[in-house]
């Protein structure tokens, strides 16, 4: 499988700081091309939120790259993956905990992630960023031509406080589950600055048709992907400066991953 990612940050959405932090970790083993994206979405009204969803973010990079890799390497089965998944989220509870008793603050922060080995997936999630997945309908009849759905669940009430996050109400187990993934896939994993100005079937509609194939020969396959590469973040540029125009005042962090 081919991967193909790219990101959006932007500070000029609202006052302040950017609470809003992401990693993006592509590696290549021998069980093919290994990648970890993130995006934190620290809690703007509480104490240092933009450390907590640095600190969070800088941890699971960590992780990524010790604990996680040697699991690949090791070519552990998908429950042992999973497991350390879940350990590695009480970790990261228990660090802010610590944070929050050394400064006397109260802190915390959102937490989307996708690690992806092989042909499978491994998603982490917990509060109201999100992860969505583009495909594109094989259904002629259909009126929107890629499927798009979202592969999270907010924590938040009916009235749009958050009911989950690490830190303040981590002691809620997250949401860690794995996947299957197919070739002409997208995934995109946002804040939710971001999101909140685009419906699904956009997000669909704007990344979608970079799913298409690429050329036949290996000179024309280069080209597309130089393009590709290029439209990638200016796809991802568009939606954010549309979540602008629609009145967002929050700050956005995306990260976009198609697989070919």
């Known amino acids: 499988m081919r991967i193909q990612t790219g990101i959006y940050w932007s500070g000029a959405a609202g006052p302040g700081k950017n609470q809003d932090s992401l990693s993006l970790q592509h590696i290549s083993l021998q069980r ?6 993130l995006v934190c979405d620290g809690i703007g009204s509480l104490a240092c939120s933009e450390e907590a969803s640095g600190c969070v973010v800088h941890s699971m990079t960590d992780w990524f790259y010790h604990e996680g890799k040697m699991l690949i390497l090791q070519n552990s089965p998908k429950e042992m993956i999973l497991l350390a998944l879940q350990r590695q989220m009480c970790r990261l509870q228990e660090s802010l905990k610590i944070l929050q008793r050394t400064r006397n603050i109260q802190t915390g922060t959102t937490l989307s992630g996708l690690l992806l080995i092989g042909n499978r ?36 009430s009916r009235e749009g ?10 002691e809620d187990r997250a949401l860690v589950e794995s996947g299957r993934i197919k070739r002409k896939t997208g995934f995109l994993l946002c804040t939710d600055g971001y ?7 956009r997000i669909g509609q704007v990344l979608g048709p970079l799913l298409c194939r690429s050329g036949k020969n290996r000179r024309q396959k280069v080209l597309n992907r130089q393009k590709q590469n290029r439209q990638f973040d200016r796809r991802l540029e568009l939606l954010g400066e549309q979540a602008g125009k629609a009145g967002g005042r929050d700050h956005m962090a995306a990260v976009g991953i198609l697989i070919g």
């Open 32 to 37: 093919g091309e290994c990648l970890l994206a």
């Open 161 to 170: 406080y958050l009911l989950k996050c690490l830190g303040m109400a981590g």
């Open 121 to 156: 997936y491994y998603l982490i999630h917990i509060g109201d960023s999100r992860i969505y997945r583009i495909r594109k309908r094989i259904i002629p009849i259909c009126k929107q031509k890629y499927h798009t759905v979202c592969l999270t669940k907010d924590d938040s």
């Open 195 to 201: 999101y909140r100005g685009s419906q699904s079937a």
